[in-house]
């Protein structure tokens, strides 16, 4: 394998995979928000969720033209004068272009309108293909492709990054592990993509092969690690149990939120109340987010009747989610976040600590409190704008900041690598004894 231009053969440390790639951001930047910006990349597959993907719904758009103004002119991006600019650059691609044989008209035309997106310069807007749509629906419910892996993206490095791998998933077999970065992709170095671009590279078709190079804190050099892509698989996004050597304390992981998290939420604690549970852990770390109405449902078994999120428009139009207390737990709970935390499991935190009903464990949140909406044009593809702004009970948009935890506890690395512990965990089991009758 080829290191890519400008790359050393040591590992970098996360120090220097920030800083090489901040410098490289800014060296494409006015390239990459062009009309050209987005070569095609597939999105939200395997599990794969944005860091802080927000839940979404779909509506139809009407038309994917400009209105034009009864004086004939438009107030729109759309104009005479930037059709006759593509234009010339078209067929300056034809005339001058070296590798014209490569050149799609098809291809053209989709990053002409993923670079009408871009150009927002919002991570969260995009434009989807037929074929990214149809991901991003699967995605939604719960049904991934490929090795069987959560992604989102590092925070430090604004790299992809593996969250967490799925039961006899390849990803798995293949030794990939929580908090590996993605450095590159059957050769291709990352640094710099989005994380659709990351995962679009990691998908292909069952049977095949993808090479991955891993960058692993602590490891003294690459990893280099192949792996058989898989056919469909059902996500499990709910893991459960009662916690070894306690009074009946459950242990409950929601990995993200989509439509099968409800029904698999429900017959965990179902099962848990079976047990005997006289204390909740809720882990939320690394939880991405997801489908809005998949955690306002989860929250209505949680807390007491009343407000449990509401968002807000541009215009101030506002649209408030409420729940009853017909489901609301009745057991000591301790949340655990931390900084990869975002969007539907932060709407999720916030509440509860609104409520006062749980104490929240660990590190500041993502701080993702925007909402995206999926508006389906006519021919088949869509378009996810963020639309909205959205506030827990209390009035707080924790977007940009976070959610703050009542108990600030870093998670020990060390400890649970060499001795197999999670101190944060010790800490709600320790608080949750305490409150045990």
Known sequence: MEKPEGVDNRPQTMEEITRENLERRKRSR????????????MSLLLTSIYAGRMAYQFFKVRAAGAETAENGETDTVV????????????EAIDTYYFYDEK??????????????VNALGDPYSEYYSKEELEDVVNSNKGISYGIGAYISMNKQSNMAMINGVMEGSPALEAGLREGDIIYEVDGEATQGMSLTQVVSLVKGREGTTVSLKIYREGEGEFLDVDIVRSRQIETTT?????????????YLRIREFDSVTVDQYTEAMAELTEY??????????????????AVVEVAKKILPKGLIVYTE???GNRKEYTGDDTWELDVPLVVLVNEYSASASEILAGAIQDYNKGTLIGTTTYGKGIVQQIHRLNDGTALKLTISAYYTPSGKNIHGVGIKPDIELEYDYEASVNEG?????????EILEGKIK
Do not use: H
């Open 238 to 250: 709910v893991e459960s149990g009662i916690v070894e050597d306690t009074d009946q304390i459950g």
């Open 421 to 429: 512990t999670d101190n944060q965990v010790e800490k709600a089991i």
């Open 30 to 41: 006015y390239f990459w928000n062009g009309a050209f910006t987005g070569a095609l990349c």
């Open 276 to 293: 005997g549970m006289k204390g909740l852990i809720l882990d939320l770390r690394s939880n991405p987010g997801g489908d809005l109405l």
């Open 103 to 116: 050149v799609s008209t098809s291809n053209i035309q989709e990053g002409i309108y993923k670079g009408m």
């Open 313 to 315: 428009d541009k215009n």
């Open 79 to 90: 104009s005479s004068e930037t059709l006759k600019k593509i234009k010339l650059i078209e």
